[in-house]
């Protein structure tokens, strides 16, 4: 598995630290105003990148992904149906149907019932001064703030956003915050607010000063630092992030494209389920597929087997390079397991499971077992070239020879006999 990663963070966070600054525009009350009525879709044309073809014939095999469910919630705090979590300082804040409740290790900090339905919500910089805002969005698409005393306070005026019903909120880099709503994206960077893509958007992705909107065959990608915005044909676009180098990724169905040389787009990966939901958190782009979680990095995609998260759940980027996974359900938080584990505990975590439900009514050890003994991650690790026959390649003796082996299980196999 990946021990560059670190190095990619590092990289990223030098890359985003010189970004280019952009100079002080007018007003300096600190208090912005939306000042762009102009979007930058009518100025000059952007570049419109050909549509890319159906991708092609794509791997549909990932390397193994490894996640830890992290504990958040040591005291079993009721959140509700949370709809949008952020994390700020060791503190996470969960908005929901029971309003605005604060986890700190692992226990209730605060609450605020005073509104229970939300949209979206980010950790920002603070409008003035310095420091950073927990910013939330109700169900009517107005602003507010967490203020220290657990107050909210209605913030929309302040970011120039006074009118708009928001939908999508996230910090994009540098001092930018995007707010999306139905129709259009802003973006205010502290000074002013402007009106940059136009939509109608279903869904976005920011990151090092990059903001990206998607409606069902489109994608569009402004660069806040310089103004650029290049548009993409991509029929079916479901989900985007922008990854840690700034490069664009986006799902159409089951298909991952990433942003390669020359801005071209280019399937990378055909999952079994479409991919639903995607951010950046860190060194890695998370997305959503069915019912497992993947990642984009590196220019490597990994998803787990086994994962079983709720249908439709969605994703919200965690601190630590952790992700959020909401659903109706309690929500859940991992981290990817970065090649610490031994190959045994690889083998107990993913095929062990297998060998007890498909293979130990045989293949068990000692009297009247079935050769080869596979009840060991050794008797597993001896016969890999037959076990590569038998059930991935469905060779003779075709295995499990008879019953239920649904395909997923052969492609976990198969993931597993790649790991090395
Ligand atoms: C119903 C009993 C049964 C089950 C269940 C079963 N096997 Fe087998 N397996 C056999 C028998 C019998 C053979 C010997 C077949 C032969 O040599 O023709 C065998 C042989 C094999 C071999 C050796 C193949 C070769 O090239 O000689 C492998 C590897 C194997 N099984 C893997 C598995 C795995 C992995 C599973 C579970 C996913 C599994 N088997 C489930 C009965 C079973």
Redesign the pocket.
Known sequence: MTRAIGRLATLAALLGACGPMEPPVGNDSGVAMDTGTTPVDSGPPPDVVLPPSDGGVLPTVAAPLFVRSITFNNMMVMLGTVAAVTDNAGTSAFFGSMGMRLLRSGALLASNAEITTWRAAATVPAVLGTGTWTIAVDAMGRVHRVRPDNLFEFVGDRYGVAGMSVRWVAHGGMNYVGFASDTHLSIADGMNTRRVMEGPFTAFGASNNFFAGVSTDRVKVLDAATGRLRTWNLPGATAVAVDAMGKLVVSAGPVLWVEGAEGVLQGVFRASAPITSMIRSGPRVWFVSGRELGTYAMGRVSMTSNTMLEMNSTLSPASMDEVWVLSRAAPRRYAADTGTQTPEAIWRATMQP??AT??A???FPGMGG???D?STYMGWDA?RM??R???VNMM??V?????M?PME?RTA?DMWLMMR
């Not at 295995?399 to 019953?403: F, I, L």
Request: aromatic fraction near 12%; proline fraction near 15%.
């Open positions: 297998v060998y498909y293979c009514d045989c293949h079935q050769l080869p596979l016969n037959r076990i026959n038998s059930v003779a003796p295995m499990p020879p008879r019953g082996f299980q196999v």
